[in-house]
């Protein structure tokens, strides 16, 4: 078993320990998503390959009012590992020069005739860079010989779109650029003699309807198609598998659909799709299907173009399947873990019970501060909770902490995080034997209590508003310095506090439907080693977290998520476990004969040791269970 705190624990170290109780450190939110976007259509193209691209030997310089040319223009950039900027027909838009000679490109492929690009452009370009010009007499003999460039011989797939319906050759660009596909445009009811022989004997994808493409064109091919442009991207999008840990979305309206192009190139290089959004900014049902089973908690979402807005942003971020979202403070951050990968009870909680997981803890959070923060929810975190299935919340920790803070820093003239050790130890002795300043601080207490008391509330039922469905586990709050007399009335005053809001915690569970995790209880078998007191430090060790985990699946599930089993010959091991301090309690019996033994040997998380009986009995402690636990006992004959 585990001792107690004596009264001969080095002073130093609990002055060490309450000292570093008081460094709150901060985390930034996080961007919910990237905006790609410039002035207009050009220096958005701009802003896409500054960000796909550092340097190139090669550029796509492609005509940005009339698409026609530049629509089979994706192969071609990616199978030439080059963005697509944009140019006017006569001019050259400003920046575009300077990031070529920034990005040191040696090349330039203008797609399009002179009706597209003009020569004098042209000839602006050939000053710096070798000029190649790929073009046709039509847009149709244009993307043959972009396919003959990128490709030469005809890969096995290949695409087909009619010329002019621009936006469903978009839908694909991205995609037939990853997969080395040609794009190949055609005319509603007749295909070119070079792209016929082109595509013999291969595998043809048909982007769009029979209004467009009409079936003696097709033949046999693989028709892609829905009954607009949106339900046609979701065809596309459903048809191939893509990468969707970053999702761009783009406008499919004619005046917008450009920034598609320019994007595609970028999506390409991390297989990734591009979404079509409306003129409204929505997706429609079938976009949403598809996303929705693609998804996941951490989807990077960038927007192409500045007509995105983030209607369209919070429309696709609230399909993430938020299985689990954590709350509170930085005992659900992991502050003081190593390893937080394997150790912080969000992440263990989220692997067994097969939830993804979204941490929206902060450290040092009070009550105050987190209703705050329901109260202003951006959209996407909006979304987030009001999908999620399983909320965790740790919280009121920081209401007692920040008083204390507040104290350290008057004694200490600056923050408590700022000080040596030396400092922090004669601020505090300071502090318990300044009546005024305890008598202050007491005060600043019990307002944070009573800032609980009001707040906590509110933060369910802001909860509740967000999503009326989802599981909520409150963590009661441990007291780590409560065993430590060298704080005297500190530690009391503390017990008190925390007592009080547990009270709260513990009687609003049978007044609203949220489970509670007494982790409370749980430390309460041995808080010292709980903690990572051997770094100075009162936050959970992954002893602690483990502790947490358990009393979080606890809460949830009514068992441990670890397997107990208890072997013997010549007698029985049974095993009964308490549900709030999460102790094992063994009870050894041996049969007719023989001797129940002074001990047992436990395994568990690859450890194995002994655990002395008292009359066949014994209380296996929280802290011992690190994984599945087998209890054997050897029973000797008398």
């Known amino acids: 078993m585990f001792k107690k705190i004596k009264n001969s624990l080095a002073i130093s170290l609990s002055v060490a320990m309450l000292a570093t109780m008081i460094t709150i450190p901060s985390v930034a939110s996080a961007t919910t998503f990237t905006p790609l976007a410039g002035t207009d259509k050009y220096q958005t193209a701009l802003k896409i390959a500054q960000k796909g691209w550092t340097t190139s030997e090669n550029v796509i310089i492609a005509r940005g009012d009339v698409l026609a040319d530049a629509l089979a223009a994706a192969p071609l950039a990616y199978a030439k590992e080059a963005p697509i900027l944009l140019t006017k027909t006569d001019k050259i838009p400003a920046g575009v020069l300077e990031e070529l000679k920034e990005m040191k490109v040696k090349k330039v492929y203008i797609v399009g005739g002179t009706g597209a690009v003009t020569k004098a452009v042209a000839d602006k370009f050939d000053v710096d860079f070798d000029v190649e010009r790929i073009e046709g007499k039509t847009r149709v003999e244009t993307s043959y010989n972009i396919a003959q460039e990128a490709f030469g011989v005809a890969p096995k797939d290949v695409v087909i779109v009619n010329g002019y319906a621009y936006i469903d050759a978009l839908s694909v660009s991205s995609i ?224 007692l902490l920040h008083p204390l803070v507040a104290a350290l820093t008057a004694k200490l003239g600056k923050h408590p995080s700022t000080a040596s050790s030396e400092e922090l130890g004669v601020a505090i002795f300071s502090l318990l034997l300044d009546k005024s300043a305890m008598d202050t601080m007491k005060s600043q207490i019990s307002s944070g209590v009573l800032s609980f008391v009001s707040d906590f509330p509110k933060v369910i039922a802001a909860l509740k508003a967000l999503n009326p469905n989802a599981t909520i586990i409150v963590q009661t709050i441990y007291n780590p310095i409560d065993e430590i007399p060298a704080l005297g009335s500190l530690s009391v005053m503390t017990e008190e506090a925390i007592a009080s809001m547990n009270t709260i915690i513990m009687s609003g569970s049978s007044l609203v439907t949220y489970k509670v995790a007494d982790v409370y209880t749980a430390f309460k078998v041995d808080s010292s080693i709980l903690t990572n007191a051997k770094k100075l430090d009162i936050h959970p060790n992954p002893t602690g977290q483990n502790v947490i985990y358990m009393a979080n699946y606890m809460a949830l599930n009514g068992e441990l998520p670890y397997s107990i089993t208890g072997t013997a010959t010549n007698g029985s091991v049974i095993l009964s476990t308490n549900p709030v301090s999460l102790i094992v309690h063994v009870d050894v019996t041996a049969d007719s004969g023989y001797v129940v033994p002074r001990s047992v040997s436990i395994s568990t998380g690859g450890q194995v040791q002994e655990i002395p009986l008292v009359d066949g009995k014994a209380d296996i402690p929280v802290s011992y269970i690190k994984g599945d636990l087998i209890v054997t006992a050897a029973i000797a004959d008398e």
Do not use: C, W
């Open 176 to 399: 037939a650029a990853k997969k080395g596909i040609p794009i190949l445009l055609v005319n509603n009811n007749k295909l070119s003699t070079d792209v016929a022989s082109y595509i013999t004997g291969k595998t043809v994808y048909a982007v769009g309807g029979t209004g467009v493409l009409s079936n003696e064109v097709i033949g046999s091919a693989t028709r892609l198609y829905g009954d607009n442009r949106y339900d046609t991207n979701a065809a596309v999008l459903k048809e191939f598998k893509q990468d969707y840990s970053n999702i761009y979305l783009a406008k499919g309206t004619d005046e917008n659909m450009v920034d598609a192009l320019s994007g595609s190139v970028l999506a390409a290089k991390g297989n990734n799709p591009i979404v079509l959004v409306n003129g409204k900014n929505a997706i429609n049902d079938n976009q949403d299907t598809v996303v929705k089973a693609n998804i996941t908690a951490s989807s990077a979402i960038f927007t192409l173009g500045g007509t995105v807005s983030d209607v369209a942003v919070n429309a696709i971020d609230a399909l993430r399947l938020q299985a689990y979202v954590a709350l509170g403070d930085s005992i659900s951050t992991g502050y003081g873990l190593s390893d937080k990968t394997n150790d912080l009870f969000v992440n263990k909680l989220s692997i067994k019970t097969g939830k993804e997981q979204l941490n929206l803890a902060v450290n040092g959070l009070t009550t105050t501060r987190l209703l705050a923060t329901l109260g202003t929810l951006d959209a996407n975190k909006h979304a987030v909770i009001a999908n999620t299935e399983l909320i965790t919340l740790s919280i009121g920790g920081d209401n």
